[in-house]
T-cell receptor, first 112, second 115 residues
């Protein structure tokens, strides 16, 4: 089955700096890669996703990149703000009815 | 639109007792998922329903866990008997589309503590 590895497990940045979270996946059949943000006491919320036919996608301060050959994908947050502090999960799926496999999560702390 | 509703929010039970969680998905969402999130880990899929049929229950410990989705709407997840290692947050999610993660909406979860 799919295995998603994520690092770092914790990340502290100064407000205004950039944050990068990296993930690798094992199943070459995976073609859909969502990222979720989980705040304390809440369920994960989808913030951005990318499909395997796209190398990069951007939404305001958030961008994701995908290297399908290396089976790497990354989340980039620019101009970080205190409200970006949360746990971020990467995930991978073959799409269709196939399940979504999550990484272990990265706890991001943005220091004002 | 109303989100995914889950109850209870918290539950503390002794090992070997039974417990049940309830989920009400977003109206019209045909696909429903139960995930287990152990502290410090990512969510792990336990079971996926499409309407009231099971699509994937390969990671559900069937000797103690059971789930049903009545009339393709609400769902319950039961653990009997509970073990210490079942302590986790149980997340329910629903979606319109089919298992791609897109359009997943998670509930706030039920935090289970087994003592």
């Amino acid at each position: 089955g799919e295995n998603v590895e994520q690092h770092p497990s914790t990340l502290s940045v100064q407000e205004g700096d950039s944050a990068v979270i990296k993930c690798t996946y094992s199943d070459s059949a995976s073609n859909y890669f969502p990222w979720y943000k989980q705040e304390l006491g809440k369920g994960p919320q989808l913030i951005i996703d990318i499909r395997s036919n796209v190398g990069e996608k951007k939404d305001q301060r958030i961008a994701v990149t995908l290297n399908k050959t290396a089976k790497h994908f990354s989340l980039h947050i620019t101009e970080t703000q205190p409200e970006d502090s949360a746990v971020y999960f990467c995930a991978a799926s073959e799409g269709g009815y196939q399940k979504v496999t999550f990484g272990i999560g990265t706890k991001l702390q943005v220091i004002p | 639109e109303a989100g995914v509703a889950q109850s209870p929010r918290y539950k503390i039970i002794e090992k070997r007792q039974s417990v049940a969680f309830w989920c009400n998905p977003i109206s019209g969402h045909a696909t429903l998922y139960w995930y287990q999130q152990i502290l410090g880990q990512g969510p792990k899929l336990l079971i996926q329903f499409q309407n009231n049929g099971v699509v994937d229950d390969s990671q559900l410990p069937k000797d103690r866990f059971s789930a049903e989705r009545l009339k393709g709407v609400d769902s319950t997840l039961k653990i009997q008997p509970a073990k210490l290692e079942d302590s986790a947050v149980y997340l329910c999610a629903s979606s319109l589309s089919t298992g791609t993660g897109r359009g997943y909406t998670f509930g706030s979860g039920t935090r289970l503590t087994v003592v």
